[in-house]
């Protein structure tokens, strides 16, 4: 059982410390560039575990609807290949500094559009990293901010079927900054 700390929105959130790869949810959210081509962070993590069928759908959505990159903010879905999530929503969350002050807004529009895709596949659980703090420089405690509103927003529309969002921390120094700075309600 989650510490009550941890525990939001009437159990539908729960944070925790662990690896993004190990979730067996329905889905766990990568934090992608726009090539969609793989990287480091959570996002290389997920490729070397997931083996080379998500790299294949990856390339499938550059050569049909995303020609271009993926845009920041944006969600696409792929299978989760050999990882224990039966998904992979990738989304590319903003750099900091480099949207003219834009960069809540993407990052808000990175947890509504990812949810929004599993709610559109008929799924239940999905599991998000904290997406834009590492390479992309986000700082963790506006992060912290900005991704509780939009999940209580988004949850509390009543619309959502999505009844488990895990929020998974990499160690307890982040996990402990967003339970300092969040905006769940009590
Ligand atoms: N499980 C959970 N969290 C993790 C894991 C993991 N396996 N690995 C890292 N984190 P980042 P970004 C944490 O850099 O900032 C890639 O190259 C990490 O500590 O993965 O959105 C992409 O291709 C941090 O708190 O993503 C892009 O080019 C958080 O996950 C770029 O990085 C996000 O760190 C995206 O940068």
């Given at each position: 059982m989650p510490h009550a700390e941890h525990v939001f929105l009437d159990g539908r959130v729960t944070l925790q410390v662990g690896d993004l790869t190990d979730q067996a949810v329905d889905a766990v959210v990568n934090a992608a560039n726009s090539s969609l081509l793989g990287g480091?962070?959570?996002?290389?993590?997920?490729?070397?575990?997931?083996?080379?069928?998500?790299?294949?759908?990856?390339?499938?959505?550059r050569r049909t609807a995303w020609p271009d990159g993926l845009p920041t903010g944006?969600?696409?879905?792929?299978?989760?290949?050999?990882?224990?999530?039966r998904h992979v929503i990738h989304t590319v969350g903003p750099i900091y500094g480099r949207h003219g002050g834009r960069e809540a807004e993407l990052l808000g529009a990175c947890y509504r559009n990812a949810l929004a895709l599993a709610e559109a596949n008929g799924l239940r659980s999905i599991a998000f990293p904290a997406i834009s703090t590492g390479i992309y420089g986000y700082p963790?405690?506006?992060?912290?901010?900005?991704?509780?509103?939009?999940?209580?927003?988004?949850?509390?529309?009543?619309?959502?079927?999505?009844?488990?969002?895990?929020?998974?921390?990499?160690?307890?120094?982040?996990?402990?900054?967003?339970?300092?700075?969040?905006?769940?309600?009590?």
């Amino acid at each position: 059982m989650p510490h009550a700390e941890h525990v939001f929105l009437d159990g539908r959130v729960t944070l925790q410390v662990g690896d993004l790869t190990d979730q067996a949810v329905d889905a766990v959210v990568n934090a992608a560039n726009s090539s969609l081509l793989g990287g480091g962070g959570v996002d290389g993590a997920i490729h070397r575990r997931g083996g080379p069928a998500i790299l294949e759908a990856c390339r499938e959505i550059r050569r049909t609807a995303w020609p271009d990159g993926l845009p920041t903010g944006q969600a696409v879905i792929t299978t989760g290949g050999r990882l224990p999530a039966r998904h992979v929503i990738h989304t590319v969350g903003p750099i900091y500094g480099r949207h003219g002050g834009r960069e809540a807004e993407l990052l808000g529009a990175c947890y509504r559009n990812a949810l929004a895709l599993a709610e559109a596949n008929g799924l239940r659980s999905i599991a998000f990293p904290a997406i834009s703090t590492g390479i992309y420089g986000y700082p963790a405690d506006q992060a912290a901010h900005v991704v509780s509103l939009a999940l209580s927003r988004h949850l509390s529309g009543g619309t959502s079927a999505v009844d488990e969002v895990r929020l998974v921390f990499f160690d307890r120094r982040q996990l402990a900054s967003f339970v300092a700075h969040h905006a769940f309600p009590a």
